[in-house]
T-cell receptor
């Protein structure tokens, strides 16, 4: 199993550009999520999905869109990049969110710089 | 919204020293609690978790954590650290019925050989 795969690993954007961060998992997990990691802020939840066709906002959703058309994929779209979106982005997945099913498996991260 | 506080931002220890990293959370209901670790250049991975039962939880690599409900705490401990424990450690909480995970700001641990 590849686990959780994120692409690209690095990206530089200009202010106002749009892009999509890709996330795919091959573990048939229902729950997927996106986080951003900033110095001194820890990981903050951007969006999450409890299954195909279902998405919801986390703590810091502004400026980002997501969709979940398949169980495997959960892309994160930056609509109009801003310097405040410079961060490291992590995708994670888990079987579910209850009891003993909520252990999250993380991707390697995408380091994004917005100039 | 819930919040998670990790009081130690940077910890430097010599090998064989004991470790305790603090974690406090703000949610008053039933919670699931986690410690994740990020070794240099590696993915975040689960160290241990609590969701029910014995409040003393044992994880991988000799780590353990104790859930003290009255103190809203889930401190991580290891009796004798090794150089290979150098990493960043994150505490996280989720309400038992919720779908959102809340992470602390992380503690960077450096172990000197």
């Amino acid at each position: 199993n590849a686990g959780v795969t994120q692409t690209p690993k690095f990206q530089v954007l200009k202010t106002g550009q749009s892009m999509t961060l890709q996330c795919a998992q091959d573990m048939n997990h229902e729950y997927m999520s996106w986080y951003r990691q900033d110095p001194g802020m820890g990981l903050r939840l951007i969006h999450y999905s409890v299954g195909a066709g279902i998405t919801d906002q986390g703590e810091v959703p502004n400026g980002y869109n997501v969709s979940r058309s398949t169980t495997e994929d959960f892309p994160l779209r930056l609509l109009s990049a801003a310097p405040s979106q410079t961060s490291v982005y992590f995708c994670a997945s888990s079987w579910g969110t209850g009891g003993n099913t909520d252990t999250q498996y993380f991707g390697a991260g995408t380091r994004l710089s917005v100039l | 919204a819930q919040s998670v506080s990790q009081h130690n931002h940077h910890v430097i220890l010599s090998e064989a020293a004991s470790l305790e990293l603090g974690c406090n959370y703000s949610y008053g209901g039933t919670v699931n609690l986690f410690w994740y670790v990020q070794y240099p250049g590696q993915h975040l991975q689960l160290l241990l978790k609590y969701f029910s039962g014995d409040p003393l939880v044992k994880g991988i690599k000799g780590f353990e954590a104790e859930f003290i409900k009255s103190k809203f705490s889930f401190n991580l401990r290891k009796p004798s650290v090794q150089w290979s424990d150098t990493a960043e450690y994150f505490c996280a909480v989720k309400s038992f019925t919720g779908n959102q995970f809340y992470f602390g700001t992380g503690t960077s641990l450096t172990v000197i050989p």
